[in-house]
């Protein structure tokens, strides 16, 4: 079993940043692939930002060039670094991990979610 616990999210003004942490326990944590969704109020759960064991990276177009994630693996610890935040990047953000992830945009492929970090942006 894996357990994930994010933190770091907030109430920030249109154009601020913040950085999400998503720490993982568990076993053989470290070589899963690990990735980011989210979920606004009546919307659907969607891919954010993937990163393979090695740390391969992959984007969605909404967020791609303002943020950036991030592993370190000897800390079991994944990072979304957000930048130029946009009202519209409100939404309660998911950390997810597994084995057979491959850098998925598919939450279906993740065995293992945290409870997530609600991320508001004013504007």
């Known amino acids: 079993q894996v357990q994930l616990v994010e933190s770091g999210g907030g109430l920030v003004q249109a154009g601020d940043s913040l950085r999400l942490s998503c720490a993982a326990s568990?076993?053989?944590?470290?070589?899963?692939?690990m990735g980011w969704f989210r979920q606004a109020p009546g919307k659907e759960r969607e891919f954010v930002a993937s990163?393979?064991?090695?740390?391969?990276?992959y984007y969605a177009d909404s967020i791609k060039g303002r943020f950036t994630i991030s592993r370190d693996n000897a800390k079991n610890t994944m990072f979304l670094q957000m930048n130029s935040l946009k009202p519209e990047d409100t939404a309660v953000y998911y950390c997810?991990?597994?084995?057979?992830?491959?850098?998925?945009?598919?939450?279906?492929?993740?065995?293992?979610w945290g409870q997530g970090t609600q991320v508001t942006v004013s504007s």
């Open positions: 990163i393979r064991w090695y740390s391969i990276t």
């Open positions: 997810a991990a597994g084995p057979r992830a491959s850098g998925s945009v598919r939450s279906a492929d993740y065995d293992y």
């Open positions: 568990g076993r053989t944590s470290s070589t899963y692939d």
